[in-house]
């Protein structure tokens, strides 16, 4: 056999992580310890109300089996997710749990929410039909929410059809185990709508008496008693993000993106960097190139209509300005302040974490920080710490 084409021994165990962050263009650190303090402060906020957990969206970037073990864990029992395949994966890592589906119940699937012992949000007055022939013909008590649209204009049953199926459900409650609503505006505690949802949630529970409610999202948890009920369903806050935009995070801080300087190179005073030509050199300047973009879910957008990225990412200790537009693979950041002797090819840029947090990096992509979790690429060298 040739050179060419001779076998190459596989890397150790100890040795495959060190592979896997060699050949990555960047290193993403998940605190599952930070998650489930987060979880922990947050259910200390809503007692005697029962904290979940909401693990859609691969946990919000973060790993939804990783995350759902480690919440099961510390003792979270209900979780809530958009889709049915997310669904599935939850119950393979934690079977004991309760785990609701956030976007419904798809045509034909009731059978597979009874297999997985899975419970559906029931959105509209079709699929609550669909969902009580199935509970009928098949005497299954598994479960389901229903959802009532209490302002969002989304999904959910209107005031008027929720009032009209409340007697029938009072007699025959086709295993409702929750009724619940969502909030428009949670993360503005000024704004008016809140109280009007809460007023109206109220009226909903009076409706489905004895059946447990939910209302709170993250920023709602901090709207008060009132808005608590039986259950609360955090999503962002239990990964860093702010749920009290304007104040103080009471979240602790859970990922950090650092990306690999493949190249450091100075330009003269005029030159400019990136497509486009939107960034230019107002002196010397020292610049690195790291090995991510927005494939890696560093978004492009910037925090004005000219597309200059804007930001920050700290290099050798130091914060540093993003130079020109993101790219698919690549940015630059302008060091020129760091010491030359600070900085060389190979080493790390933090473009979240330490000082730098996800809501920050969020603004500066003119986006919220839901977008940058969710967005962060499968390109990543993922270490799991905490666990």
């Given amino acids: 056999m040739s050179a060419r084409h001779s076998k190459v021994p596989s890397p150790k165990p100890a040795d495959a992580k060190a592979s896997a962050d060699a050949e990555a263009g960047g290193i993403l650190t998940i605190d599952l310890s930070a998650i489930v303090e987060n979880w922990r402060t947050l259910g200390r906020l809503v007692l005697p109300a029962e904290c979940a957990a909401v693990v859609k969206g691969e946990a919000y970037g973060c790993g939804i089996e990783q995350v759902s073990t480690a919440l099961t864990k510390a003792g979270c029992g209900t979780f809530f997710v958009a889709q049915l395949g997310e669904a599935r ?14 976007n419904g119940l798809p045509p034909g699937t009731a059978p597979i929410f009874a297999e997985l012992h899975l419970r559906p949000v029931l959105n509209s007055l079709t699929e609550l039909a669909e969902w009580a022939s199935f509970v009928t013909a098949n005497a299954w008590r598994g479960g389901a929410a229903l959802h009532v649209d209490t302002g969002m204009n989304r999904l959910g049953l209107s005031l008027q059809e929720a009032a009209a199926v409340a007697p029938r459900l009072r007699g025959d409650p086709h295993g409702i185990s929750l009724v619940m609503s969502h909030f428009v505006s949670a993360e503005n505690d000024a704004d008016p709508r809140n109280s009007e949802q809460i007023e109206m949630f109220r009226d ?22 009132a808005a608590h009920c039986d259950l609360v369903r955090p999503g962002a806050a239990l990964y860093g993000a702010n749920p009290t935009p304007g104040r103080k995070n009471p979240m602790r801080p859970v990922v950090e993106v650092k990306g690999r300087i493949v190249q450091v190179r100075d330009i003269p005073r005029g030159a400019t960097v990136g497509y486009g030509a939107t960034w230019t050199a107002k002196r010397p300047t020292r610049i690195v190139v790291v090995s991510v973009g927005y494939a890696d879910g560093y978004l492009r957008a ?7 990225a804007g930001g920050e990412a700290i290099v050798a200790g ?12 690549l940015l630059a950041l302008d060091i020129t302040d760091v010491p030359k002797d600070g ?3 190979g080493d790390f840029a933090t473009l979240i ?32 710490i905490g666990d």
């Fill in 343 to 345: 900085v060389r090819r």
């Fill in 302 to 308: 910037g925090d004005n209509s000219s597309w200059r």
């Fill in 89 to 102: 994966r939850v119950r393979a890592v934690v079977p004991e749990a309760t785990i609701y589906v956030l």
């Fill in 318 to 329: 130091k914060r540093c300005a993003i130079a020109g537009r993101i790219s698919m693979d």
């Fill in 204 to 225: 909903i529970r009076v409706m489905f008496r004895g059946v447990p409610a939910s209302l709170a999202n993250s920023s709602g948890i901090f709207l008060g008693a």
């Fill in 353 to 384: 974490g330490a000082d730098i947090g996800v809501d920050e990096v969020a603004a500066h992509r003119g986006t919220i920080a839901y977008e940058i979790l969710t967005s962060l690429g499968r390109r990543y060298s993922r270490h799991y």
